[in-house]
């Protein structure tokens, strides 16, 4: 299947997500922040990214905006929780921003994988 990378500052989350994810079949490399992107994309190629928007150091909107500075065309799906969300409108700038989906939390496993489907 594909290889992935997973951004969630939360554990409980990141590693729900993940098993999730493995369980389908997919690779999954996991990171806590935004900042630890692009210094894995270094050395990892990746099929798609997964990021929540409400992070410290590095938010998801930071993310999507060093992969488009970055010229990147990888598909990203952003996640979000709430918190600092007001009226959905953090998702709305994330698609502004170049996601090519957004959940917002909590969505079901079902709805995160045929949206992995539908971008692969």
């Not at 990021?51 to 970055?70: N, S, Y």
């Amino acid at each position: 299947m594909a290889k992935l990378i997973l951004i969630d500052d939360e554990d409980l989350v990141r590693y729900s997500l993940a098993k999730v994810l493995r369980k389908a079949g997919h690779e999954v490399i996991e990171a806590e922040n935004g900042s630890q992107l692009m210094s894995t994309l270094e050395h990892e190629s990746t099929d798609l990214i997964i990021t929540d928007l409400i992070m410290p150091e590095q938010d998801g909107l930071g993310v999507l905006f060093d992969l488009r500075k970055a010229g990147s065309d990888i598909p990203v799906i952003a996640i979000s929780g709430g918190g600092r969300v007001i009226d959905g409108s953090f998702l709305d700038v994330a698609l502004d921003m170049g996601a090519k989906a957004v959940l917002e939390k909590p969505f079901t496993n079902e709805q995160l994988l045929a949206e992995i489907d539908r971008l692969l």
